[in-house]
């Protein structure tokens, strides 16, 4: 039982480094996959190929998804969103007000219309509030400690694989 508790913890090292500085990352993974259980051995090669580049002689080829295209370090520290959620919510908020798969052409207008009514209002009370909209305070605990981490790793006060460690433990899979 011990032993699956550190595989999956070692597991969730993998997107740990999404918050690590891009410079850092292929040193990063080289960290983590080297700890990674050998049942994980599947994983780690897929996740190499796709995110980090294979390495063949010494040589790293290019990944399928280039580190900056995922890469979550500067977002952390900024304190900004790191996932596309209010786009989904967006989404599903308009495909709710549609209330249709493929609405003419007017429909749509309309609409998109009311879409930037409502968006119009909201920049009005944010800046009248001089705020944005909350988030709730369980992921804005989380959002500040891993940018605080964020912060700590830059200025050179946490290892690298101690902050890999830091940022796993605010994940869940």
Same mark, same amino acid.
């Given at each position: 039982?011990?032993?699956?508790?550190?595989?999956?913890?070692?597991i969730?090292?993998?997107?740990?480094?999404a918050?690590?500085h891009?410079?850092?990352?292929?040193?990063? $993974?080289?960290? @983590?996959?080297?700890?990674l259980p050998?049942?994980?051995?599947?994983?780690a090669?897929?996740?190499?190929?796709? $995110?980090?580049?294979?390495?063949v002689?010494?040589r790293?080829?290019?990944?399928?998804?280039a580190v900056?295209?995922?890469n979550?370090? $500067?977002?952390?520290?900024?304190?900004?969103?790191?996932?596309?959620?209010?786009?989904?919510?967006w989404?599903?908020?308009?495909?709710?007000a549609?209330?249709?798969?493929?609405p003419?052409? $007017?429909?749509?207008?309309?609409?998109?219309?009311?879409e930037e009514?409502?968006?119009?209002?909201? @920049?009005?009370?944010?800046?009248i509030?001089?705020?944005?909209?909350?988030?709730?305070?369980?992921w804005q605990?989380?959002?500040?400690?891993?940018?605080?981490?964020?912060?700590?790793?830059?200025?050179?006060? @946490?290892?690298?694989?101690?902050?890999?460690?830091?940022v796993?433990?605010n994940?869940?899979?």
């Amino acid at each position: 039982m011990r032993l699956e508790i550190v595989a999956m913890f070692q597991i969730r090292c993998l997107p740990a480094l999404a918050l690590l500085h891009p410079d850092d990352v292929p040193d990063g $993974y080289e960290a @983590v996959a080297a700890e990674l259980p050998d049942a994980a051995a599947e994983l780690a090669a897929y996740f190499e190929r796709q $995110y980090i580049g294979a390495n063949v002689g010494g040589r790293r080829r290019p990944p399928q998804f280039a580190v900056p295209e995922w890469n979550q370090f $500067y977002r952390t520290l900024g304190g900004h969103g790191r996932t596309n959620n209010g786009v989904e919510g967006w989404h599903n908020r308009f495909n709710n007000a549609v209330n249709c798969a493929h609405p003419n052409v $007017y429909k749509l207008l309309r609409h998109l219309s009311q879409e930037e009514d409502h968006w119009r209002s909201e @920049v009005i009370k944010i800046h009248i509030r001089g705020d944005e909209r909350h988030r709730r305070a369980r992921w804005q605990v989380i959002s500040d400690r891993l940018q605080a981490l964020a912060e700590r790793r830059r200025n050179g006060e @946490v290892a690298m694989a101690d902050y890999l460690r830091a940022v796993a433990h605010n994940f869940t899979l």
